[in-house]
């Protein structure tokens, strides 16, 4: 079997070492060094330039959760199937992530670090359990895993997603038409939704401003979900409470951008989930054992959807 393998920067070492180890009896090669068309490939952010100079012939793997940037590249073949990754490693940073989040607006911890910069002693008034709702947005991998998580702390949890899900414990929400009760009755909005057509810019005036006053938005999904100005001016209101943010349209964050030093929002440098070379290497492995055997594997994305 055939492996071409791509990942920009210097990452491309410890991606081939773990590869072969994983699959010692398969024939890698490293883009740009193509001497012939691979029976997959397994890629980050590719060029254009190479699926113009290398067709696939079984699948091609994009290691990361989100697939947005990769259908974008024009020679994208159509026509081979396309395989995400499901997890690897980052459903347990992304619950660490958000759970962190939750409880430190939970328990106020804003607000006493800015009473001990005030050399001020007073206690606050503690918030209800029943009373803090968190939303996820988005019910697939990571958004169950970050609902498990959440769990234990006996907030009323509520999920959203494109098709009806169920998870005990857990109200679920579907479709469009569900979208503004979800909403509604969440406190603490989790973000997880991918990158697609239908959700770019979704996160706007009208949809943030159904949240209940003093709500609070995480967003680990991708920076195009939300509309930056829309999010400063709720924010500026006092509609909304706070924001975590660890996702943005430009990445790296721009020094001038008003996110840097609003005082209601934080930000994180793209780091609630950081791909598992190893768990990647692992997951992509096992499915292509799976298919050299022709069975099924999970994680193939429909390029009408976008995931």
């Known amino acids: 079997?055939?492996?071409?393998?791509?990942?920009?920067?210097?990452?491309?070492?410890?991606?081939?070492?773990?590869?072969?180890?994983?699959?010692?009896?398969?024939?890698?090669?490293?883009?740009?060094?193509?001497?012939?068309?691979?029976?997959?490939?397994?890629?980050?952010?590719?060029?254009?330039?190479?699926?113009?100079?290398?067709?696939?012939?079984k699948a091609i793997f994009n290691l990361g959760a989100g697939v947005d940037a990769l259908l974008a590249v024009t020679t994208l073949p159509k026509d081979v199937p396309l395989?995400?990754?499901?997890?690897?490693?980052?459903?347990?940073?992304?619950?660490?992530?958000?759970?962190?989040?939750?409880?430190?607006?939970?328990?106020?911890?804003?607000?006493?670090?800015?009473?001990?910069?005030?050399?001020?002693?007073?206690?606050?008034?503690?918030?209800?359990?029943?009373?803090?709702?968190?939303g996820i947005l988005g019910f697939g991998v990571l958004g169950r895993a970050v609902a498990a998580a959440l769990l234990p702390f006996g907030f009323p949890l509520a999920a959203w997603s494109r098709a009806r899900k169920a998870m005990k414990d857990v109200a679920t929400f579907a479709g469009p038409g569900e979208l503004a009760d979800f909403l509604a009755r969440t406190q603490f909005l989790v973000c997880l939704l991918p990158s697609t057509p239908a959700t770019r810019g979704l996160l706007d005036r009208a949809t943030l401003g159904r949240l209940p006053p003093g709500a609070h938005l995480v967003n680990v999904a991708r920076g195009d979900i939300l509309v930056d100005d829309d999010l400063v001016a709720l924010l500026d209101s006092g509609h909304l409470g706070?924001?975590?943010?660890?996702?943005?349209?430009?990445?790296p964050l721009p020094p001038e951008h008003p996110f840097w030093h609003h005082p209601r929002i934080t930000l994180t440098p793209h780091v609630s989930g950081v791909t598992s070379i190893a768990d990647s290497v692992a997951q992509v492995a096992a499915k292509i054992v799976r298919l050299e055997r022709g069975e099924a594997v999970s994680g193939v994305v429909d390029h009408g959807r976008g995931y």
């Open 1 to 57: 079997m055939r492996i071409l393998l791509q990942v920009p920067g210097k990452a491309m070492d410890e991606w081939h070492a773990e590869l072969a180890r994983t699959l010692p009896d398969a024939g890698i090669s490293r883009w740009p060094d193509v001497s012939a068309d691979p029976d997959y490939a397994l890629v980050w952010k590719p060029p254009a330039e190479l699926f113009a100079a290398a067709r696939p012939a």
């Open 83 to 134: 395989i995400r990754l499901e997890d690897a490693g980052m459903a347990a940073q992304m619950a660490e992530y958000v759970t962190l989040a939750a409880l430190r607006v939970f328990r106020e911890a804003d607000a006493y670090a800015t009473q001990q910069r005030e050399v001020r002693w007073k206690p606050r008034r503690r918030l209800a359990h029943g009373k803090f709702g968190i």
């Open 242 to 251: 706070g924001a975590t943010l660890d996702v943005f349209r430009i990445e």
